[in-house]
């Protein structure tokens, strides 16, 4: 249990922010995750890809703390999670019950709950930091809307302006850009770049080889097991992919480039994985 | 003037006052925390909770103590029970709340069948009798009431993190298990505090039905507390009156006043009512 007032513990400076060693999940002896083993230092920005089914959801439910590995240890900047609140993830819309009675900057404003403590009102400070986080997240004129009046672009930059707000240094991201039209997708690319000029890591889970291959430093493919864990150019080898995604995958090699074509598509049973409360 | 006198005149007699001002709480108490509770969608968890504490309140009856300690007794072990119960993959929640409210409950009528006014205890149980509220269950609906709006505004930011998006709550490092049982605490007590008023049977519109007609007439949680708290004091204390001048059962009145005023708002209320909304479709 935090303690009264949320006191964040100290950062060592050379620690990585997230480090899993050797974490197995299982639902009811049906293993999700196998011996998953890497670390994300500060400032990095990771897309974890695979098929659906390969654990991707309960990757980062592990790393968020929504479920108990059943084996190995999640580690955030070298210590147990408990204390942590450095971790800010943007949930799946689908998750988000759109209906509820809330302003957009009462839901930014719920990412500084820890910071402003139990039983104390939001200060200036929280304030302000709400509405740099607005700012950057391009949502200050959203403010006084209530989250069912918004479009999906700007409700995935709520969140993300939410996750600034909480002072994050790690942001998970699951399926960030699933149903949103192009300038929506650009425009949350964007702010993730400027997060990342900042120092804001970023672990983004996603089905889409392409783009993690052109906006992400590294890629972790996972299906079940880590099977690679390295920069997009190693990585995208037809023998990596098949190894990922198994007989789902054709590759198919042309003279300009390779073409990999996947047999099933992501919408329906993606949108019904996600961050999800186990238990 | 008459309307004075109509509203000022039974409360010459002191069980009318003091009926005036448990049904009053109870309204401002059942309606704020009923926002959580339907916006967490626990309706059947409240419904349930408030059959299964039955066997809590004819123990206590039996045993001569307050029938409050009893009811409370039974409610938080329910639903400690129901957490549990449902904390096991196998069993799912709403079935795990329908096992313990059903055998609870008959267990609670098992017991008052032995006792000799059967028929006349059952009915107050269920329905409540606020024109029998005595001084001392006004100081307990008082305290009580005081005490669950007094944890609904010091946890007000935990809860409302809890309520919109429970992996926040794990991300920030709240005590998510402590504040979900907290909860479930709140509308044992609750539950409690409105008993004498409205009854087992009912008590579910009381936490359900304000806090809907103001989820239609509000865009933010504060607001929808006040609105909710307003509709269902104003709704309880118009059935106390229909009740006093019709000779209606109490509890009902006040239910179906408060769901006249859920029917009006749904119809009506400009920006999202059926009606407007058919009239708008109609022109388009």
Redesign the interface.
Known sequence: MPSFFHHPPVHPPNAPTIELDRVSVAYSDRPALEDISFQLRKGERVAVVGPNGAGKSTLFNVIVGTIKPSSGKVRIYGSGPAEHTCIGYVPQRNKIDWRFPATVWDVVMMGRTARIGYLRRPGRLDRQMVEQALVEAQAEDLARRQIGELSGGQQQRVFLARALAQEAEVLLLDEPLTGLDTPSQEAVLAILDGLGARGIGILVATHDLGQAAQMYDRILLLNRRLIADGPPSQLLTSQMLSRAYGSHLHILPTPDATVALADECCSDEEMGEGLELVG | MAFFDWFLSPLAYPFMARALLASLMVGVVCSVLGTYVI?QGMAFFGDALSHAILPGIVLAFLAGWPLAVGALLFGVLAAVGIGILS?R?EIREDTAIGIVFAGSFALGVALLSTTGSYATDLAHILFGNVLGVSQEELWLIFGLGLLVLGVIV??Y??F??L??????A??????RS?LRYLQLVLIAVTIVVSLQTVGVALMLAMLVTPATTA?LL????P??MLVAGLVGALSNLTGLYLSFYYNIASGPAMVLVSTLVFLLVFLFEPKRGILWQRIRGQQQ
């Open positions: 916006l904390e993959e010091a946890l930011k935990e409302l993190v309520a919109f998006d429970p992996t926040l794990v991300v920030l490092r709240l005590p402590l989820s509000t865009k933010r949680l607001s929808m």
